[in-house]
């Protein structure tokens, strides 16, 4: 793929939808203002059921270094809402705090409509909060993570001052794609490549995130009661320093009008064909392998430790787990091969009834 072929890309459409009520589907380069799923109408208008039980909305953020990696996730499930943060130690290859939460949405989760300027998404329970925003005239989303050690597995308050730069950084990519069975609309907005900066402390010790590299993902539609896919992303730097980012989903948005499997390099988004993923379900902990359809990509991901959500409710029935670990290999675009050394990100195998 050449750079003139990259703005193939239609910009982000002002509304998720038409005039009429109709979904835009497609895949976009840059921001859409708002998920106004409210806006549809005609067969796609979601009724007072869906809107209960289907309709999810989640944000989960991570910024890195070569030290250290951290994330955290606010989920909006309508009828009940959960969240996590996760942050191990690169150069250890050992975690330093995992912590889960279960709460009401509304109540105590928040998940706003904007995913890039007017984020507004925290989560609050007794003894944490976990939060992101971003001012609508703001290039920069905050990040406020900050949980009592009475909450921790190791007696260590995890606190996260830090930033995602948007300013001078690769636009984002967004997704407006058809759910298949008992869904309607999902909408995706994923940034990659941003720099971080901020100051974390966990499981003891204080880093600075200065220098990183991070990104989002915010999703939120009408899904199908049972979801399930398999996602990578990662955020790090070339040996030459240029900041990189990549998602690659299998099993999710694969309408043939949408996809949202891209790499960022520098200031510059490519979109990339659909990725296949090769892994030990029975053992997450050993070696992944994430390729594209046109073998364009071949990365190699070595996790170091594994972040669980299983859970049967009534509700809900939960099998989530995502490994926290280093990317290896090559991803080919823009006419270029780039090779990736010891990037940090994740992988997940996600299969839910909710």
């Known amino acids: 793929m050449t750079p003139e072929q990259e703005m193939t890309l239609a910009s982000a459409p002002a509304s998720v939808c038409t005039a009429q009520g109709e979904p835009c589907f497609g895949t976009y380069l840059g921001e859409l203002r708002e998920v106004d799923l409210g806006r549809l109408q005609g067969r796609w208008a979601p009724t007072a059921a869906l809107k209960l039980f289907k309709r999810k909305r989640w944000n989960y953020l991570f910024a890195a270094t070569q030290e250290v990696a951290a994330l955290f996730a606010v989920v909006d499930l309508g009828y009940g809402a959960n969240a996590f943060a996760v942050a191990v130690d690169l150069k250890e290859k050992r975690p330093l705090c995992d912590v889960s939460f279960l709460g009401l949405p509304r109540a105590l989760a928040s998940v706003g409509d904007r995913p890039g300027a007017g984020l507004d998404v925290s989560f609050r329970t007794l003894g944490g909060r976990l939060a992101a925003w971003r001012g609508e005239d703001d290039e920069r989303y905050q990040v406020e993570v900050d949980i009592h050690r009475a909450r921790t597995p190791g007696f260590q308050p995890f606190r996260w001052r830090g930033e995602l730069v948007v300013a001078g950084g690769p636009p984002a990519l967004t997704v407006i794609a058809p759910v298949k069975n008992d869904g309607l609309v ?143 290999g090559t991803v080919r675009a823009g006419g270029q091969t780039y090779t990736l050394s010891s990037v940090p990100g994740v992988t997940e195998d996600q299969d839910m009834l909710w």
């Open 186 to 328: 999902n909408v995706t907005q994923k940034r990659g490549g941003l720099l971080a900066l901020g100051s974390l402390e966990v499981g003891g010790r204080q880093f600075r995130l200065d220098g990183g590299v991070g990104g989002l993902d915010y999703t939120q539609g009408y899904l199908a009661r049972h979801t399930a896919w398999r996602w990578a992303f990662g955020a790090g730097r070339l040996a030459d320093g240029t900041p990189v980012g990549f998602n690659f989903v299998e099993g999710f948005n694969e309408d043939p009008q949408s996809n949202e499997n891209a790499f960022w390099v520098g200031d510059r988004l490519y979109p990339l064909a659909r990725a296949r993923f090769t892994y030990e379900r029975k053992d997450l902990l050993e070696p992944w392998r994430v390729t594209t359809e046109d073998g364009a990509v071949d990365l190699h991901f070595k996790p170091i430790h594994v972040h669980r959500e299983d859970k049967s409710l009534r509700l809900l029935v939960s099998r989530f787990a995502q490994p926290v670990g280093l990317f290896e």
